[in-house]
Protein backbone atom coordinates (compact mmCIF):
# COMPACT_ATOMS: atom_id res chain seq x y z
CA UNK A 1 0.00 0.00 0.00
CA UNK A 2 2.47 2.76 1.80
CA UNK A 3 2.76 4.70 -1.94
CA UNK A 4 5.66 7.36 -2.35
CA UNK A 5 3.47 9.38 -4.03
CA UNK A 6 4.57 12.71 -3.07
CA UNK A 7 1.59 15.74 -2.06
CA UNK A 8 0.24 17.19 -5.27
CA UNK A 9 1.77 15.28 -8.02
CA UNK A 10 -0.98 14.31 -10.99
CA UNK A 11 -2.06 11.24 -11.65
CA UNK A 12 -1.10 9.61 -14.77
CA UNK A 13 -4.70 9.62 -16.47
CA UNK A 14 -4.47 13.33 -15.51
CA UNK A 15 -1.06 13.98 -16.99
CA UNK A 16 -2.43 11.92 -19.94
CA UNK A 17 -5.10 14.67 -20.77
CA UNK A 18 -2.99 17.72 -19.96
CA UNK A 19 -0.14 16.57 -22.34
CA UNK A 20 -2.74 15.36 -25.01
CA UNK A 21 -4.77 19.01 -24.76
CA UNK A 22 -1.65 20.99 -24.63
CA UNK A 23 -0.75 19.37 -28.20
CA UNK A 24 2.34 21.80 -29.21
CA UNK A 25 2.09 24.40 -26.52
CA UNK A 26 3.61 22.20 -24.13
CA UNK A 27 5.90 23.67 -21.79
CA UNK A 28 7.94 20.74 -19.25
CA UNK A 29 10.13 22.84 -16.67
CA UNK A 30 12.48 20.67 -15.12
CA UNK A 31 13.40 22.00 -11.77
CA UNK A 32 16.43 19.85 -10.51
CA UNK A 33 19.40 21.16 -9.43
CA UNK A 34 22.56 19.79 -11.00
CA UNK A 35 25.00 20.74 -8.36
CA UNK A 36 25.54 18.43 -5.80
CA UNK A 37 25.95 20.86 -3.22
CA UNK A 38 22.48 22.47 -3.24
CA UNK A 39 20.20 19.26 -4.08
CA UNK A 40 22.59 16.44 -3.62
CA UNK A 41 19.11 13.83 -3.73
CA UNK A 42 19.14 14.76 -7.85
CA UNK A 43 21.96 13.62 -8.75
CA UNK A 44 19.99 10.03 -8.97
CA UNK A 45 17.41 11.67 -10.83
CA UNK A 46 19.49 13.21 -13.14
CA UNK A 47 21.39 10.18 -13.60
CA UNK A 48 17.82 8.36 -14.54
CA UNK A 49 16.88 11.11 -17.14
CA UNK A 50 19.40 14.06 -18.23
CA UNK A 51 18.56 17.69 -17.73
CA UNK A 52 17.00 18.75 -21.38
CA UNK A 53 18.97 20.25 -23.75
CA UNK A 54 18.13 21.56 -27.83
CA UNK A 55 18.52 18.00 -28.91
CA UNK A 56 16.68 16.52 -25.86
CA UNK A 57 13.32 16.92 -24.47
CA UNK A 58 12.63 19.62 -26.99
CA UNK A 59 9.56 20.78 -24.98
CA UNK A 60 11.63 20.93 -21.68
CA UNK A 61 13.36 23.59 -20.68
CA UNK A 62 15.53 23.80 -17.42
CA UNK A 63 14.75 26.22 -14.36
CA UNK A 64 16.09 25.20 -11.20
CA UNK A 65 13.98 26.19 -8.45
CA UNK A 66 16.03 27.64 -5.37
CA UNK A 67 14.18 25.75 -2.43
CA UNK A 68 15.81 27.62 0.31
CA UNK A 69 14.43 31.10 -1.35
CA UNK A 70 11.27 29.37 -2.49
CA UNK A 71 10.99 31.05 -5.81
CA UNK A 72 12.74 30.09 -9.44
CA UNK A 73 12.88 32.47 -13.06
CA UNK A 74 9.45 32.47 -14.43
CA UNK A 75 9.63 30.70 -17.85
CA UNK A 76 9.17 33.56 -20.50
CA UNK A 77 5.96 32.40 -22.16
CA UNK A 78 1.93 33.53 -22.14
CA UNK A 79 0.58 33.03 -18.45
CA UNK A 80 -1.91 30.72 -20.26
CA UNK A 81 0.49 28.00 -21.24
CA UNK A 82 0.30 24.13 -20.27
CA UNK A 83 2.91 23.59 -18.11
CA UNK A 84 4.49 20.44 -16.63
CA UNK A 85 6.34 21.11 -13.69
CA UNK A 86 8.86 18.45 -12.57
CA UNK A 87 11.94 17.64 -10.35
CA UNK A 88 12.91 14.22 -9.24
CA UNK A 89 9.74 13.00 -7.68
CA UNK A 90 7.61 16.23 -7.26
CA UNK A 91 8.45 18.31 -4.09
CA UNK A 92 9.71 21.32 -5.56
CA UNK A 93 7.38 20.25 -8.83
CA UNK A 94 4.57 21.51 -5.88
CA UNK A 95 6.54 24.23 -4.57
CA UNK A 96 7.09 25.49 -7.95
CA UNK A 97 3.50 24.74 -9.34
CA UNK A 98 2.07 26.94 -6.87
CA UNK A 99 4.88 29.47 -7.16
CA UNK A 100 4.00 29.88 -11.10
CA UNK A 101 0.11 30.05 -10.33
CA UNK A 102 0.64 33.02 -7.80
CA UNK A 103 2.42 34.63 -10.00
CA UNK A 104 -0.60 34.39 -12.77
CA UNK A 105 0.30 31.25 -14.64
CA UNK A 106 -2.71 29.55 -14.74
CA UNK A 107 -2.83 25.97 -16.36
CA UNK A 108 0.00 24.44 -14.46
CA UNK A 109 0.58 20.56 -13.62
CA UNK A 110 3.06 18.66 -11.04
CA UNK A 111 4.05 15.76 -12.82
CA UNK A 112 6.47 14.59 -10.33
CA UNK A 113 9.54 13.39 -12.14
CA UNK A 114 11.67 10.74 -13.09
CA UNK A 115 10.81 8.37 -9.99
CA UNK A 116 7.19 8.84 -11.07
CA UNK A 117 7.63 6.58 -13.57
CA UNK A 118 3.94 5.76 -14.48
CA UNK A 119 3.87 9.76 -15.11
CA UNK A 120 7.25 10.12 -16.73
CA UNK A 121 6.75 7.99 -19.38
CA UNK A 122 3.97 10.38 -20.16
CA UNK A 123 5.91 13.45 -20.69
CA UNK A 124 9.72 12.85 -20.11
CA UNK A 125 9.95 12.36 -23.73
CA UNK A 126 8.60 15.66 -24.31
Not at 16 to 37: C, H, I, T, W
Not at 54 to 71: L, Q, S, T
Not at 86 to 115: D, M, S, T, W
Request: aromatic content about 6%.
Amino acid sequence: MGSERKAGVAYPEELRKFVEEAGDNLLVVDLRNPNAQVEPEDQASISLAGLPNEDYRPKAVHIPFDRAANIMPLPEVPKDTPIITHCGAGGRGQLAKEFLIANGFNNVINGGGPKEKECWEIYGSK
